[in-house]
Nanobody, 123 residues
C-alpha cells in the first residue's frame, strides 16, 4: 500500500484560495489512481476529485468543477488540490486517497488513506 500525508489545510475567508498537498511513499504510487475526498461534521465522506497515474485524466464532482484542480508530480511523489473561490460549504476535513482503477467515486474504491487536513472557510 501507499502511505499518504496531507498538508496545507487552514482557515481562509470566502473567495480565497488554498493548495493542499499529499506526500506519498511506497513503490506503487506511480501507478496509482489518486483522489481527494472531504467530510463535514454529520455528513458522509464525499468524493471531490481524482487523477489517473499519468496525470492525463481527471474527474471532479459537480460542486467543485471549475474551482478546484487536481494535479500530480510523480517525480516528487506528490498530489495536489488547488482550491479557488472557496465557499463556506467547502468547509470539511480533506483526505487524500490512492486506488487502482480510475473512475471510482466511493470511498471503497480507494484502499490507502491519509490522516486528513482541516479546511475552514469563513463567511
Amino acid at each position: 500500500q501507499v502511505q499518504l500525508v496531507e498538508s496545507g489545510g487552514s482557515l481562509v475567508q470566502a473567495g480565497g484560495s488554498l493548495r493542499l498537498s499529499c506526500a506519498a511513499s511506497g513503490r506503487t504510487f506511480r501507478t496509482s489512481v489518486m483522489g481527494w475526498f472531504r467530510q463535514a461534521p454529520g455528513k458522509e465522506r464525499e468524493f471531490v476529485a481524482s487523477i489517473n497515474w499519468s496525470g492525463g485524466r481527471t474527474y471532479y464532482t459537480d460542486s467543485v468543477n471549475g474551482r478546484f484542480t487536481i494535479s500530480r508530480d510523480n517525480a516528487k511523489n506528490t498530489v495536489y488540490l488547488q482550491m479557488n473561490t472557496l465557499k463556506p460549504e467547502d468547509t470539511a476535513v480533506y483526505y487524500c486517497a490512492a486506488g487502482l482503477t480510475f473512475g471510482g467515486i466511493r470511498p471503497a474504491d480507494f484502499d490507502s488513506w491519509g490522516q486528513g487536513t482541516q479546511v475552514t472557510v469563513s463567511s
